[in-house]
């Protein structure tokens, strides 16, 4: 799925490259002139359902709340259906959307695997799926119409471009990861790219691994742990904090342990791989050395513009792959405001 290259690669500071269910229902207000004059024949009434994890977390809130105002200036209705991280459940909204006659289905899936089964049966019923954020298992292409989101290899590849910069010139650099779920889905994709890139540099070695799910209180117990665990062999040199909430996380454990944040040799130096306010903020303070481009409100307009052109009979990307850019306090000021939320 992630064999196409979108954007051609080129040093760190200029690198382009190519979550109980809840039910939100946004209609189309017909009577609000600005809407109606972006609409067409094609999109007006259309009725989409959107399934994705739990709106508590910020990027799945703002990610929704993006493809409902995008929609409904088309003249779509979108019903937002959020899952706590249960693809059961997941699936049974999956088949109720099939019952229900929308007339597209978007999904950010909860399961890589177990979201195929149902979208099988959604194929089978003629509904066009697109799949938003979070990719399917391999071999599952025919299931939809369109991905549109990151390339998370590649978002994990611009990470490790970041870090082997910094460290350019050091010896023995002893790295942990903390991670998002590892079990499936995007974690492992930013893991297999981040290490694509730093295995090529004998100086770097990754000494931990650990798996927090995406939650920013474990990834501060955890590495609270892990720099007590390191600190009779010279303490850690890196920490890549997988998500903006991990890497704060991380930094708040650092503080709290009196271990020293920056790029300069000595301090432990964070990088991350998709860009929110804690992450801006942590830049700017000089205790986070980079994040990538993650961003919700793209993701979602890019993900209702696809609709859009299907229902339209436009051509449609199979894999609509963002941009990742490697974000550190060279360019942060271009990327702040997309990425706060």
């Known amino acids: ?105 978007m999904i950010t899936p909860i399961s890589e695997r177990a979201a195929v089964p149902p979208l099988t049966a959604a194929k089978n019923a003629g509904l066009p799926v697109f799949i938003v954020n979070s990719p399917l298992a391999e071999g599952a292409d025919d299931l939809y119409v369109s991905f549109i989101g990151e390339n998370h290899n590649e978002l994990g590849q611009v990470t490790g471009e970041a870090l082997v910069e910094a460290v350019k010139g050091r010896d ?7 991670t998002g779920s590892l079990a499936e889905g995007v974690a492992p994709r930013r893991l297999a790219g981040f290490k694509q890139v730093v295995e090529k540099h004998p100086n770097i070695s990754i000494v931990a691994t650990e798996d927090v799910k995406w939650d920013t209180a474990t990834a501060e117990r955890v590495s609270g742990q892990l720099f007590a665990r390191y600190a009779a062999q010279g303490g850690l040199d890196a920490v890549y904090g997988m998500a903006d909430n991990v890497a704060h996380g991380v930094i708040l454990a650092a503080k709290a342990a009196g271990v020293p944040l920056g790029n300069e040799k000595g301090k432990l130096l964070v990088v991350s791989s998709n860009c929110m306010k804690f992450g801006i903020d942590h830049i700017r303070s000089g205790e986070q050395h980079s994040t990538a481009t993650q961003m919700p409100t793209r993701t979602g307009k890019a993900a209702v513009a696809a609709v859009v052109d299907f229902l339209e009979k436009k051509p449609v990307k199979k894999n609509n792959f963002l941009e990742a850019v490697a974000i550190t306090k060279a360019n942060v000021d271009t990327y702040a405001e997309p990425c706060t939320f």
């Open 172 to 178: 023995n650099v002893k790295v942990a990861l903390v």
């Open 1 to 105: 799925m992630y064999l196409v290259k979108q954007h051609r690669r080129v040093p760190v500071g200029r690198i382009h490259k190519s979550f109980i269910a809840g039910v939100v229902t946004v209609s189309s207000l017909f009577g609000l002139n600005a809407n109606v004059a972006l609409a067409s024949d094609t999109t007006t009434g259309k009725k989409i359902a959107y399934l994705t994890a739990t709106t508590s977390n910020p990027f799945i809130a703002k990610l929704a709340s993006t493809i409902q105002e995008e929609a409904k200036a088309k003249g779509m209705e979108v019903t937002v259906l959020t899952s706590p991280y249960d693809p059961a459940l997941q699936g049974q909204q999956i088949n109720d959307v099939v019952a229900q006659k929308y007339d597209i289905l």
